[in-house]
């Protein structure tokens, strides 16, 4: 089943093939993962988001329209549970706290420069507005095209590409501020 398409999977999950929604799982479990790591900071918060993401997506497949890619679909309940656990965890200290620990975590496994840079872009990119931040991790972190980010943010290639530009300005903004 690896050679058949995520719609594909998609009908034959609709005709009563479980494996098939199996095998979507498989396919983007590491993907919404990191997401929603990044959304969450914390690695066992990220993995209950994501476990839930498909236990909603198990439930609402059968409705699925097919107006957009499936991986996009997930993405946007990834996108509306990260928020609910958010706004359910009144998480605005919680998560300075999450990430000062992940710091921590990762200075003590790997203390190289290449890891210090990393939390520093890490840093960086959570700074950014809401929009910002998320064509940041579509486009550069999840590498997907215009397209496609524009297709998962429901917006134009136009708008990708402004915020992108936004971003990266902004980016250049906050790390002349650390230097």
């Avoid at 993405?75 to 609910?84: F, G, K, M, T």
């Avoid at 009144?90 to 706290?97: A, G, M, N, V």
């Avoid at 998962?152 to 002349?176: F, I, N």
Wanted: hydrophobic share 40%.
């Amino acid at each position: 089943m690896d050679g058949i398409s995520d719609t594909e999977l998609v009908r034959q999950f609709r005709q009563g093939d479980t494996h098939a929604f199996s095998v979507l799982v498989k396919r983007h479990q590491d993907r919404l993962y990191r997401l929603a790591s990044v959304y969450l900071y914390q690695q066992q918060d990220a993995m209950d988001v994501t476990q839930e993401v498909f236990m909603r997506a198990y439930k609402g497949l059968r409705g699925f329209r097919f107006h957009a890619e499936p991986f996009t679909w997930l993405y946007r309940i990834l996108i509306n549970v990260c928020a609910e656990f958010n706004r359910k965890s009144s998480r605005d200290s919680i998560l300075q706290r999450g990430a000062d620990e992940e710091i921590a975590r990762i200075k003590d496994s790997a203390n190289t420069e290449v890891t210090q840079h990393l939390i520093e872009i890490r840093g960086l990119v959570n700074r950014l507005p809401k929009r910002q931040h998320e064509v940041v991790m579509l486009r550069i972190f999840e590498g997907l095209s215009i397209e496609e980010t524009a297709r998962t943010m429901r917006c134009r290639p136009g708008t990708v590409k402004a915020l992108l530009h936004k971003a990266q300005k902004q980016l250049r903004l906050l790390e002349g501020d650390i230097l």
